[in-house]
């Protein structure tokens, strides 16, 4: 039997315009053939963060002819439920080839729409989450975090209460006191991800907040296979969600969260929070990295 050829393979960074800046990802928009060992294969080649895989639809999905799809998401180690910075990546991707407008996404956390719009020839992309939730973590969690991280308690900004945060994946939401300590990242690989894979965690959240509305984050990820994400789309949810639990911000905001500065690829994420709506909605910006 003749083998499939293989599909286009795409790259795309994700919360930036700028090639060199953001979070890449791989995009495969046609990923109808590969198993669940082929895909992993391929993030395992690309090495980014996550690449995501379109193939058709479950049945009873809904969405527009053409622009409903089945997503699944692969670090180069393990499948994650959901990635928010490779959704955001596909999302342009797919814009450029057939067109802004709106998209809906099964992935094994739930159903993400995402609309993407252009104004002055720039694409830019809006998921919604699943429903999220902010979960309690005890004491000795955080102090096991923090000992992996080389931080101290006195390190924590009493202000932001650690937390774990789900939008799609979960997160522990750490805050950090000041810039500097956020900038200082320097940690034990495999203790914090033997931590994590007890909590279920896909990244840490580690924030600064800058002001009332703007904030610094980063995200270790060594679950994944990576030290470090440079634009977490997913985190950014969660975050929304923990903000808005722990009343930082009003009903309705919008928040605006750096990431990536500190590894030298500058990204910027959008989070919104409606009133009256649980989901939170997160929006960047991508580009295509030349292959």
Avoid: K
């Amino acid at each position: 039997m003749t083998p499939l050829p293989r599909p286009e393979i795409l790259r795309y960074t994700a919360f930036s315009a700028d090639p060199a800046g953001g979070n890449p990802a791989g995009v495969v928009l046609d990923a109808a053939g590969l198993g669940t060992a082929e895909q992993l294969a391929i993030a395992a080649e690309l090495g980014y963060s996550e690449t995501a895989f379109l193939t058709a639809p479950p049945e009873g999905l809904g969405g527009e002819p053409g622009r409903a799809y089945t997503v699944r998401y692969f670090s180069p180690r393990a499948e994650v439920p959901f990635c928010g910075h490779a959704t955001i990546a596909t999302a342009v991707a797919f814009a450029e080839r057939h067109g802004p407008g709106d998209l809906l996404l099964a992935t094994r956390a739930g159903t993400v729409p995402v609309a993407v719009t252009e104004r002055d020839g720039v694409l830019r992309a809006t998921l919604t989450s699943v429903a999220p939730a902010v979960l309690d973590v005890t004491a000795e969690d955080v102090a096991e975090a923090l000992a992996a991280l080389g931080w101290s308690a006195a390190d924590l900004d009493p202000a932001l209460a650690p937390r774990i945060a789900y939008a799609g994946a979960r997160h522990l939401v750490l805050a950090a006191a000041t810039r500097s300590r956020l900038a200082d990242l320097s940690y034990d690989f495999d203790r914090l991800a033997a931590f994590m894979r007890g909590l279920d965690l896909t990244t840490l959240q580690l924030v600064w907040r800058e002001s009332e509305s703007v904030f610094h984050v980063r995200d270790p990820f060594p679950v994944g296979g990576v030290v470090e994400d440079p634009a977490t789309g997913a985190a950014a949810a969660a975050f929304g969600a923990y903000a808005r639990e722990l009343g930082l911000v009003a009903a309705d905001a919008v928040l605006t969260l750096h990431q990536g500065a500190d590894l030298g690829r500058p990204g910027e994420l959008t989070v919104e929070l409606r009133a009256g709506d649980e989901r939170v909605r997160v929006s960047g910006t991508g580009a295509r990295i030349a292959d």
